[in-house]
């Protein structure tokens, strides 16, 4: 590990260290870039159905072609052909299409210029553009340079220590909430950011992210992770009752962000240390923490496997199903542990999740991975629609053999040198 302290080695029988596993892993990462370079269209990615192919009437969404331009440029830096184009389209989507020509900034779609802009969305932008620059993709520093003043004018909050949520097109109307969701995929990209522009501000604006949302709050909570609160940073337990399943704000937890979170905070760990900094200690106690609060209120909960998409303040369920990037995120938090700390639970869970997504979310007859099964395993539609997401599934394959590292486009170019 080129980070600044040392680990402790994974067991011998880990499956990180197995070729034969890492191997599996590369088939599995493969099968996703190829299934999903259906969904490039003129202005950039769109969602594809379950068969891997377009709606009729296609529309290139931001949040669809920053994941695709993040998720080739990381193959493209692997030197698998095919990926450096698509990386190409993206950033060329992102610069004119997808972007406001008025105001500035990202809008949700190419079809709707009067929507508004998320800090979700800008998240994702400026991770896409880190990536496609590290991969040397044209025009990717334009991107990066602005989506990084933007952030700057108008997301990031240097009072509150985080990013603001959403404006309306002409960057009035400030949105009267704060969500740990954006923030947390804030976090991701502000370490990609950190390493990708030599630029230690933006790694301490993810520490300020991580302690307000984590230590502050879910520390507080037994490492629940509250999602939704007003400006002020006070947890609105009510928010979206009646919506229990919105993709984006669901009622209650989502257990997968606090396996998502865990990773985070370890990487962060890592990051601060190899740039010389001091890590504080309750980054790795925090990660254990969201860790076992995750299997404890995610994992079987409804007595069948696999870890549930939502649940309500009583740590009971609220939506069973199973999301894809839930089990994705734990996939990534357990290697990471497992990483940091050579305890072999981690490898038992590493391997259960992994059996889980072989058995009941690969999709071996349609391609690519379901977006959400039920409790028995089956495909849904109550949360997820199609296959339009990339992201997780793709980086779940990769993080695992990989240093922890805070920017996987980084690591990987210094690895395929």
Not at 383 to 395: C, I, N, S, T
Request: glycine share 6%; net charge negative; aromatic share 10%.
């Amino acid at each position: 590990m080129d980070n600044a302290f040392a680990y402790v080695a994974p067991p011998l029988c880990a499956w990180i260290d197995n070729p034969r596993h890492s191997h599996w892993l590369d088939t599995q990462g493969q099968r996703l870039l190829d299934f999903s370079k259906q969904s490039k269209v003129t202005n950039g990615f769109a969602a594809l159905d379950d068969h891997g192919e377009l709606t009729a009437d296609p529309v290139a969404e931001t949040i669809i072609t920053a994941r695709m331009t993040h998720a080739y440029a990381l193959g493209a830096i692997l030197g698998l052909p095919g990926c450096m184009p698509l990386v190409e389209h993206g950033v060329t989507a992102l610069l004119g299409p997808l972007r406001d020509p008025v105001n500035d900034g990202w809008l949700p779609d190419a079809a709707d210029v009067c929507g508004r802009k998320l800090a979700y969305v800008h998240a994702f932008v400026g991770l896409a553009a880190s990536s496609a620059c590290v991969a040397g993709a044209q025009n990717a520093g334009v991107l990066l340079d602005a989506i990084v003043d933007v952030l700057e004018r108008h997301f990031w909050s240097e009072s509150e220590g985080a990013m603001r949520e959403s404006f309306a097109a002409d960057w009035g109307d400030e949105e009267h909430y704060r969500g740990a969701n954006s923030n947390m995929h804030s976090v991701e990209m502000c370490m990609a950011l950190a390493d990708v522009l030599d630029a230690p501000l933006w790694r301490e604006r993810a520490l300020r992210i991580a302690t307000r949302v984590i230590h502050v709050h879910a520390r507080a909570n037994h490492y629940r992770v509250a999602e939704h609160f007003d400006p002020s940073w006070h947890i609105d337990k009510a928010y979206n009752q009646d919506k229990s399943t919105d993709d984006l704000r669901p009622f209650g937890m989502t257990p997968g962000h606090f396996f998502e979170w865990s990773h985070l905070l370890v990487k962060l760990e890592a990051a601060l240390l190899a740039n010389g900094k001091e890590a504080p200690a309750w980054l790795f106690q925090d990660a254990v923490g969201l860790f076992n609060a995750g299997i404890e209120t995610g994992w079987a909960a409804d007595g069948q496997p696999g870890i549930v998409y939502t649940i309500g303040w009583d740590d009971r369920p609220c939506v069973k199903n199973r999301a894809h990037w839930v089990q994705a995120e734990a996939i990534t938090a357990a290697a990471t542990l497992l990483k940091r700390t050579g305890d072999i639970q981690y490898e038992d869970w590493y391997r259960s999740f992994w059996n889980y997504v072989d058995q009941h979310v690969i999709d071996r007859q349609l391609g690519s991975w379901h977006n959400e099964v039920d409790p028995q395993g089956k495909p849904s539609r109550q949360v997820y629609q199609g296959k339009a997401d990339l992201y997780h599934a793709y980086q779940a394959t990769l993080t695992p053999t990989l240093p922890v590292t805070p920017s996987i486009a980084t690591v990987l170019a210094r690895c395929n040198r």
